[in-house]
């Protein structure tokens, strides 16, 4: 016997056990039997919930399962389990309806393979196939779990799974989506690439074409004389000489007008003619200036106090101050007539608002006086008598209880309602003057508001003054401005003819001496052009040979300097894209580079995808081959040797389906083969019930079996279910294997039929010194009390047969 065992559990209050017992459990093998309700699978129940701290049968029927863990009759329940040979043996459990107190005795890698490899609920018997393979994905079914538990698969399936992605790129951007985003990458740096390429390509074609155009370009500069044609002195010089010969042709044509009026008139004689004229319009003027000319500026001196921006008579003459002066005064008779006619307007509107507002306030002070006239009370009075009006039914007085046929003959009903009326036609009235006196308030408020307006634009009697007395002063300068309108005329011709007596007469003394100076000028021209005037040449004729040669010579200067802008046009545009080609060149050797790296980058990553490829599919072969070898192996061959043992008779014998392919997930399916050799269906649609039951006892020992017995332990509530006499005999026997021989497991089974307990109890009795059966009958008393009959079997020699 194992050293890691059961000892024994006290239970208080659970589920349905009553009170407190402790179950002794300290043998290889322990039946327990009880009838229906007596607590066998409360008992089983505590165990699992002792150890692993739940109980995985009930949770997954219902989630709250609890806060039923607690007897109906009690408030708490109580757990304490003891073992052997494990780190720590005792542990003690509180259950209330809200929690759980206590840490369970198993950690949870034992209390898991304890659940699953150990404990055989009686509710999960019937359903065990089903609960093996019940899930949404084979891979992921608790059959499945365990058979990569059983084989250690867990690390291929992490490397396979691990490398899942590398199967696919387009898997890779979620888990690596540096790939992705370098192979996205390279076509768009390539492009870039190539964008540079053709960019630097155009600029260096561009530059070619500039510097031909420059070479022809400067083939077409002419050479005057020895000057230099190239370099940028030349160009210098160049344009020096243009300005001096541009410069000296408008200097020869000015010669030539100012040589065509010297030769087509005789100035002595109009000069002599011209004298006399301008001294006569100079006296004329002089006589208007003294007289008309002097009331002129009398006037305008008058006005300069309250024009200050009047034109003197020197500035253009006598015509435009007039005119100017004119203008003004009449522009200012017109403003100051404006206010003073403005101002009687508003006059007259003062006094008809003033009228208003005495009016309106004279009909508000009646209307008050007529609304004080009225009993303000009358509505109100009007409106209780209304009130009181149904309750008179004689002519007893409601209120004061007295006759009124002693003061009148009129029916008291009817004297109210009279009263009633009366009193209603006063208030129809006074809220008719209410309304009245209002619009009459507002009235005179809009009266009183332009009444205020009104004298808020009134002129005051210093400023009306004032304006009165500067339009009489305007009016007076008007008629003088009109008086002199004649004489102001005449003024301005005289000054006109004086003054063009005087040009003319300057105009001549200027030509007679600029006659000789033009011909000295001409032979300045001359040398200046490099050609020589005869002193027999006409002076016509020379002008116009020295003008022929200037043009000549701006028109090739004109010519070599659009040239030379050109060129050097074409010099900036080189420069220009000298510059820009540079960072060309850099960006495209960065992009060479970043490709480089980019190009690498992907190599090494498709050498690593190729790498993981291979690793995954020997992964997937190693974890192929361990399956099959396993599933053919050990695990079928166990699971095929107890089925048969407990169902010689049944031809179909359930198994593990072999995988057929080396890839995809590890999935563990059951199917059936016929003893004769062939293969069946699912064991649920082949077998039995009975045997159906039998395959699912023999599939959770073959899975117990087949792994480590790092919990030696096999529980299981109510095994027999739908078996006959012989399976029964064969699972009595297969328990007395497991228990007795090298297997050494503890055993406890609960059963509910007697007869099976009995039977049980004589077959698997101690068959050798130190062997023990434990038999434990739990019942209850009169008053729900739970009892435990507990009694241990030794082993006693047969005497007979020892003799």
């Not at 009975?690 to 096999?714: D, E, I, K, Q």
Request: hydrophobic content about 40%; some cysteine.
């Amino acid at each position: 016997m194992s050293a890691v065992q059961l000892r024994s559990i006290t239970l208080t209050n659970f589920r349905s056990i009553k009170g407190t017992i402790t179950v002794p459990l300290d043998a290889p093998i322990v039946l327990v039997h009880g009838a229906n309700g007596a607590g066998k699978t409360s008992l089983l129940s505590a165990i699992e919930l002792a150890l692993c701290g739940q109980v995985a049968s009930l949770q997954r029927v219902d989630p709250e399962y609890a806060s039923h863990l607690v007897h109906k009759d009690a408030k708490s329940a109580e757990l304490r389990i003891e073992t052997s040979g494990l780190e720590r043996n005792e542990s003690s459990l509180t259950v209330t309806a809200n929690a759980i107190k206590g840490d369970a005795l198993l950690a949870p890698d034992f209390a898991r393979f304890y659940t699953e490899r150990c404990f055989l609920a009686q509710s999960s018997l019937g359903r065990l196939l089903e609960l093996y393979q019940d899930s949404a994905k084979r891979s992921d079914s608790a059959l499945t779990k365990f058979v990569k538990d059983l084989l250690r698969l867990n690390h291929l399936d992490a490397i396979i799974d691990g490398l899942h992605d590398a199967g696919d790129v387009r898997r890779l951007r979620n888990g690596v989506p540096g790939y992705g985003e370098i192979r996205d990458s390279i076509p768009q740096v390539e492009g870039e690439r190539d964008r540079l390429d053709a960019e630097l390509e155009l600029t260096d074609i561009r530059i070619r074409q500039l510097e031909e155009q420059n070479d022809a370009l400067s083939k077409r500069l002419v050479s005057v004389g020895d000057r230099p044609v190239m370099g940028s002195t030349a160009g210098e010089t160049e344009q020096s000489e243009l300005l001096r010969l541009t410069t000296l042709r408008r200097e020869i044509e000015a010669a030539g007008l100012q040589w065509q009026q010297i030769a087509s008139t005789d100035i002595a004689r109009d000069r002599a003619a011209a004298q006399p004229r301008s001294e006569n319009a100079s006296q004329a003027v002089a006589a208007w200036s003294a007289t008309s000319g002097a009331a002129l500026e009398a006037v305008l001196d008058r006005l300069k106090t309250l024009f200050s921006e009047l034109p003197p008579i020197s500035s253009g003459g006598p015509q435009p101050a007039h005119a100017a002066a004119t203008e003004a005064v009449r522009e200012e008779l017109r403003r100051c007539q404006d206010l003073l006619d403005k101002d009687a307007s508003d006059a007259k509107l003062e006094v008809e608002h003033e009228s208003a507002v005495t009016r309106g306030r004279a009909r508000i002070q009646a209307l008050e006086q007529q609304i004080a006239n009225i009993a303000s009370e009358a509505g109100a009075l009007a409106q209780a008598l209304s009130g009181v009006l149904p309750h008179i039914h004689t002519d007893d007085c409601p209120v004061c209880g007295r006759n009124f046929k002693e003061t009148s003959q009129v029916p008291l009903q009817a004297h109210v309602s009279a009263r009633i009326a009366d009193l209603t036609a006063a208030a129809g009235q006074l809220q008719a003057l209410s309304r009245d006196r209002t619009s009459s308030l507002s009235a005179v408020a809009i009266a009183e508001r332009a009444l205020g307006e009104v004298q808020g634009r009134r002129l005051d009697t210093v400023n009306r003054d004032a304006l009165r007395t500067r339009l009489a002063l305007l009016q007076e300068v008007d008629l003088s401005l009109v008086d002199m309108a004649s004489d102001v005329e005449q003024g301005q011709r005289l000054i006109g003819e004086a003054g063009a007596a005087s040009r003319v007469l300057s105009d001549l003394a200027v030509q007679d001496r600029g006659g000789t100076a033009l011909r000295q000028s001409i032979e300045g021209f001359g040398s200046q052009l490099g050609l020589d005037l005869a002193p027999t040449e006409d002076i016509a004729t020379a002008l116009s040979s020295f003008a022929a040669e200037a043009s000549r010579l701006v028109e090739i200067y004109s010519a070599n300097q659009t040239t030379r802008r050109e060129m050097a046009g074409n010099g900036l545009e080189i420069q220009r894209l000298n510059a820009s080609r540079q960072p060309i060149v850099d960006a495209a050797g960065s992009v060479r580079a970043r490709l480089a790296r980019l190009n690498a980058a992907k190599n090494r990553a498709d050498r690593l995808i190729l790498d993981a490829r291979e690793l995954a599919k020997r992964a997937g072969e190693a974890r192929t081959s361990i399956v099959r070898k396993v599933f053919n192996g050990s695990l079928n061959r166990v699971w095929r040797d107890l089925f048969v043992r407990l169902a010689p008779e049944e031809p179909f014998v359930p198994a593990f389906a072999v995988p057929e392919t080396n890839g995809g997930p590890v999935e563990a399916v059951l199917e059936t083969w016929y003893r004769s050799g062939g293969k069946g269906g699912d064991p649920r649609a082949m077998l039995s019930a009975g045997n159906l039951n039998t395959a699912a006892l023999t599939l959770f020992l073959a899975l117990h079996l087949s792994v480590s017995p790092n919990l030696p332990w096999l529980v299981i509530d109510d095994p027999v279910q739908s078996m006959d006499e012989v399976h029964i005999a064969q699972f009595a026997a297969l328990l007395r294997t497991l228990a007795k021989s090298n297997l050494q497991r503890q055993i406890i089974v609960a059963v509910h039929e007697k007869p099976l307990f009995d039977y049980l109890s004589l077959e698997l009795s101690p068959a050798f010194q130190n062997d023990r059966l434990i038999t434990i009958e739990l019942s209850r008393n009169a008053n729900g009390q739970t009892l435990m009959n507990y009694r241990p079997h030794v082993w006693i020699p047969d005497e007979a047969v020892a003799a």
